[in-house]
């Protein structure tokens, strides 16, 4: 993710026009628009994309020898000295249609800083590059305008505008402004095949949940909606709601509510205007089950440093990657970059953090905080703790009594341990922002086979509290499976923590984005505020509560229509604040806050006629807007673990139809899910888009989704213009709109876990206990616990049993008027009173000790 800098940027020309070929090749999507009559008498069209170079770089590539940046609205490239050839540099631009016996101009403005003759040409990208023009324009240091026209011999889609200006003896430096190429016919106007106007989760719709869908149409008042059966029998019927036009989209919609219809079924279709939904059912608890363990799933095949298993992931069997085995240049033993340290690190292991393989230790810090917080919730709400038990997932740790999710989390903190500073060294307890390839490289490649040299990146303060945060997290998770692990995470975090607080400003630069994402942030506060958080909720202390509380994070509003994501992290912490036990002052107001927050994103779900919680200031989407919009959804999800309000959870479901294809493209953006959905991703290891012999990505896979500011050549050519949810295409090369990354799935992990513990929906089955919980004695880590359970239910409970699971290190070694036997952090207690009539009470004592860290109650019981 976050691939500023472009990668075919650093590819030779013959890269480049591969790619584009093939995408062409294999692009099924793009649509050619005939002209019409109006069109083709309009003024001569505009052939080059960004010539102005208003938008940055995109679609220009150039040779790796000749970097190039936009300076003063200018694109200016660094030629080198000692080049033989013209072609030994070159800036140039792809894509390019030509269309026999029409005439073209080409004309731009340019300049050299020593006085130099170079080609202008536009020929073919492929062999033989046949050239239908080749001028020699005579550059000096003041900007000239040239212009050149021809008549195209032969028609070609594949066609290129290329400077060449290798072949000087000294260095200099070239300018290039306003490049057009106009003539000939408008390049194809790619329309997205959006299939039927009627818009539905294309998986389906929870039995007793909402159900929304959505209408594009030119009418203004209501129409007709019918729902029909597999066998074709209309089932339900209405009126839709004008919603006028639709500024996401630009389309004038209607919705349709057919909330009322619940029983189950496959098949279904509903139809409006003329037109028919995609197929769909009720009853889709199963569907999110398997969700949940897809996309928990997806951590194992992006893991580097193991062999991945066919028999683990079937078709997805590949090399360990970067253990040190040539060609890889990494991970057992990476140097830092030049000047930036004098030892080496064994950084293996971790997740390659999207398309490419590099490894950030920002992402993995959200990505591994909300897996574990998928595991942690079982322990904080309503859940189903054993869905996410030892054996529930596709990786190779069952059988070892973890819980898989905490398994797959590991993986990534013990990559994260290998990134911090060593204690004998200069800025010793910080952490390494990334490791990556000194340098791009293409599509396909498979991880074993990438010979780039790897470099550790200098340390930064958003690297080191994200080690903090999560590794304080870890700390009370892994407790009760495995203490020395626990223990060395909860010393890691105390040590990155006073690191951080040493260096608190030493930020990661936008520049540092050759051959990985630069992940820069200027802003620590927020992770200052995640860290100091999970280090109070995880030890207690005084001294990370007053930092929780003297942050202005503490207080601010910071459920923010863009969202939270690896950048800003306050809210991961203000989330587990609210659900953690703690004996935090404010926590009743920080739980209401939280609620507070969630209304805002239900009102703006509403709103909108999509059904996205999903509203950012100014209108654009950002990118990796799907992960936004989830990200948006925890938060409402959370306040229904915190208040029960069935209103909450309703939009948690609702918000999923968007990704699921209720939207303007009609598009299922989560691969093997609903019969549209997204399957070419931006990714070196599921490249089939590229070569069929490689996957596609595995099902659950998350796509990065519409992002108005399409910074690939392939969306900003095909996209140009775009209302915010068009400005995305499932298509390979287009990164800035549909990558998978490693944070992006951890939210979906994180929604569909919490959707998969919510049965059908309706109302949440009514509680049949309360159950006071205090702590009588307390001291010197031994407690006694007293719990008085109360049954409220209407019947009487025979042979029932009371479960709860701790939060901290406690371990319970005695019950008195009950029996408990504990496994890991969960507790069960049977109650020598078997019988509990309507309203009746008992009281057990519960004896224990705690080995570290706070005594909080636990924060859910059930009774039965
Ligand atoms: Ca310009
Ligand atoms: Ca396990
Ligand atoms: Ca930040």
């Known amino acids: 993710m976050r691939h500023s800098g472009s990668a075919p940027n650093s590819l030779p020309p013959q890269g480049v026009s591969v790619q ?91 300049s050299a800083t020593v006085p130099v003759t170079v080609r202008a040409n536009v020929q073919l990208a492929d062999p033989p590059y046949t050239q239908e023009l080749s001028a ?3 550059l000096t240091a003041q900007p000239q305008e040239f212009s050149y026209t021809f008549t195209a011999a032969a028609d070609t889609t594949a066609g290129q505008v290329a400077f060449q200006v290798g072949g000087s003896a000294t260095a200099w430096t070239l300018c290039l402004d306003n490049v057009s190429l106009q003539g000939g016919a408008p390049p194809p106007v790619y329309v997205p095949d959006t299939g039927p106007r009627v818009r539905v989760n294309q998986v389906g719709y929870l039995t007793n949940g909402p159900k929304q869908a959505t209408v594009v149409t030119e009418a203004t008042t209501a129409l007709p909606w019918q729902l029909r059966n597999a066998a074709g029998t209309v089932v339900a019927s209405g009126a839709t709601t004008p919603r006028g036009v639709d500024p996401t989209s630009g389309q004038n919609v209607h919705t349709v509510d057919f909330s009322g219809y619940r029983t189950a079924g496959t098949g279904l279709t509903l139809s409006a205007d003329g037109e028919t939904s995609v197929p769909f059912d009720v009853g889709v608890n199963a569907a999110y089950e398997k969700l949940r363990v897809d996309a928990l799933s997806f951590y194992y095949t992006q893991r580097s440093g193991i062999e991945i298993l066919d028999s683990i992931a079937p078709g997805y069997a590949r090399k360990a990657g970067h253990v040190g085995v040539a060609p890889n240049q990494g991970d057992t033993d990476v140097p830092c970059q030049p000047g930036v340290c004098d030892y080496r690190l064994d950084v293996r292991g971790g997740w390659y953090d999207a398309g490419d393989h590099g490894k950030y230790v920002v ?59 060593p204690a004998s060294k200069p800025l010793a307890g910080m952490v390494h922002h990334k490791v990556h390839d000194q340098a791009w490289t293409g599509l396909p490649l498979d991880p074993a086979a990438d010979p780039q040299p790897r470099e550790l990146h200098p340390p930064s303060t958003a690297a080191t509290l994200n080690l903090a945060a999560t590794a304080a997290q870890g700390a009370r998770l892994f407790q009760p499976y495995d203490k020395a692990f626990a223990a060395k995470l909860l010393a890691a975090a105390r040590t990155a923590y006073a690191a951080a607080v040493a260096n608190p400003a030493i930020y990661a630069p936008a520049s540092d984005g050759i051959g990985g994402g630069a992940y820069d942030d200027t802003d620590v506060t927020d992770e200052f505020y995640w860290a100091a958080a999970e280090l109070y909720l995880s030890t207690g202390e005084k001294a990370y509560r007053d930092a929780v509380v003297a942050s202005p994070w503490h207080t601010a509003d910071l459920f923010r229509p863009e969202a939270f994501d690896w950048k800003f992290t306050a809210t991961a912490g203000r989330l587990d604040l609210a659900t953690v036990p703690s004996g935090l002052p404010d926590r009743d107001r920080v739980r209401k806050s939280v609620v507070d927050g969630a209304q805002k994103y239900l009102a703006t779900l509403q709103a909108s006629p999509y059904g996205i919680t999903y509203a950012p200031i100014g209108g654009k989407f950002d990118w990796g807007s799907n992960n936004l919009v989830l990200n948006n959804l925890v938060v409402v999800a959370t306040a229904y673990d915190i208040s029960g309000a069935a209103q909450f959870r309703d939009g948690v479901a609702g918000g999923m139809d968007y990704l699921l294809g209720r939207n303007a493209l009609n598009q299922s953006y989560i691969t093997g899910y609903g019969e549209r959905a997204s399957k070419n991703q931006h990714s070196r290891m599921y490249a089939h888009q590229l070569n069929p012999a490689l996957p596609n990505p595995p099902s659950g896979s998350l796509a990065g989704g519409p992002n108005s500011s ?4 392939v969306a900003a050519k095909l996209l140009a213009g775009c209302a915010p949810q068009f400005c995305y295409v499932d298509d390979i090369e287009s990164w800035s709109t549909n990558e998978i990354t490693i944070n992006w799935n951890s939210t979906l992990s994180w929604v569909a876990s919490f959707l998969a513990d919510q049965g059908e929906g309706g109302p949440a089955p009514a509680p049949v206990c309360s159950v006071s919980y205090s702590k009588v004695f ?70 224990g000790r705690v080995d570290w860290g706070p005594n909080p109650a636990p924060a859910h019981f059930s009774c039965g």
């Not at 904080?380 to 070892?400: F, M, Q, T, V």
């Not at 399409?710 to 050549?713: E, N, S, T, V």
Request: charge should be negative; glycine fraction near 8%.
């Open 20 to 110: 584009r070929s093939l995408l062409f090749a294999s692009a099924a999507v793009i649509l050619v628009v005939p002209l019409t009559a109006s069109a083709a008498y309009a003024d001569p069209a505009e052939q080059i994309v960004n010539g102005t170079f208003d938008s940055g770089t995109d679609p220009w590539w150039w040779t790796g020898n000749a970097p190039a940046s936009v300076v003063n609205g200018r694109l200016c490239a660094t030629i080198p000295a000692g080049t033989t050839n013209p072609w030994d540099a070159i800036i140039g631009q792809n894509g390019i249609n030509l269309q026999a016996g029409e005439s073209y101009r080409l004309a731009f403005e340019a």
């Open 136 to 138: 020699l324009p005579a």
């Open 363 to 421: 992402n993995g810090g959200i990505s591994v905080y909300q897996l574990m917080s998928t595991f942690e919730r079982t322990k904080l709400a309503a859940s189903r703790a054993d869905k996410l038990a030892d054996g529930s997932l596709r990786i190779p740790e069952h059988g070892n009594k973890v819980p898989d999710v905490l398994d797959e989390a590991r993986w990534e903190l013990e990559f994260m341990l290998r990134m911090q500073v």
């Open 710 to 713: 399409i910074q690939d050549p």
């Open 778 to 847: 307390d001291f010197g880590g031994a407690f006694i616990a007293q719990a008085t359970i109360r049954n409220t239910s209407g019947r009487t409970l025979n042979d029932w049993k009371l479960r709860f699971a701790y939060t901290g290190t406690q371990k319970v070694d005695l019950a008195v008027n009950g029996t408990a036997r504990q496994t890991a952090a969960s507790v069960e207690v049977t109650p020598w009173q078997s019988r509990l009539r309507p309203g009746e009470s008992t009281t057990i004592l519960l004896v």
